[in-house]
């Protein structure tokens, strides 16, 4: 009886607004595929499953997040702990790949104004930050470098001969004893 009970409820039609199914169904971007998880299935879990399903593709880009969406709504996004959640009638679970997250990032700096920082202040908070940044391998870094080799062959050198010279050192000891 109990069986028959459980069966009624995972068989029942999509369309039933009372529906509780045991899954949730995420939509991924990269491949087109629809993966069902279980009903209180982590969002890092699941992510990483579908992940390793894209390595064995060739070319697809790895998922970021899950997020859930409806048209008209703002996403809904879930965190690595977060458990997967059906929210019912037009919302769709689907993962974000790094190129739809850098469209949407470059849609917000488009519809938003831009803003000026006047001045930001160090860690110290007593004089403000250089924004430029530096090349890394300048004349100077490689300079230090190649100050510290010559530094590191001398002082091997000193005590190469340091310890060449240490018995008759020793001996010159000894014998004014």
Same mark, same amino acid.
């Given at each position: 009886m109990a069986e028959e009970e459980v069966e009624t409820?995972?068989? &029942?039609?999509? !369309?039933?607004?009372?529906?509780?199914?045991?899954?949730?169904?995420?939509?991924?971007? !990269?491949?087109?595929?629809?993966?069902?998880?279980?009903?209180?299935? /982590?969002?890092?879990?699941? &992510?990483?499953?579908?992940?390793?399903?894209l390595d064995s593709g060739i070319g697809s880009p790895p998922a970021l997040h899950?997020?859930?969406?409806? /048209?008209? /709504?703002e996403p809904v996004s879930f965190g690595p702990n977060s458990v997967l959640v059906d929210y019912g009638d037009g919302w769709k &679970?689907?993962?974000?790949?790094?190129?739809?997250? &850098?469209?949407?990032? /470059?849609?917000?700096? !488009? !519809?938003t104004t831009t803003t000026h920082i006047s001045s930001v202040k160090g860690l110290d908070g007593s004089r403000p930050m250089k924004s430029e940044s530096q090349p890394v391998s300048s004349f100077l870094y490689i300079g230090k470098i190649l100050i510290a080799f010559i530094l590191m062959f001398v002082l091997g050198a000193i005590f190469t001969l340091a310890l060449e010279n240490l018995p008759g050192l020793i001996l010159l000891i000894n014998s004014s004893m």
């Open positions: 409820k995972v068989n &029942l039609p999509r !369309s039933d607004p009372q529906r509780h199914l045991p899954f949730v169904e995420v939509c991924c971007k !990269s491949s087109g595929n629809t993966r069902r998880f279980a009903a209180g299935t /982590e969002a890092g879990f699941a &992510l990483g499953l579908i992940n390793r399903k899950i997020e859930a969406v409806k /048209e008209g /709504e &679970l689907q993962t974000v790949t790094e190129i739809q997250a &850098l469209r949407k990032d /470059e849609q917000v700096q !488009s !519809s």
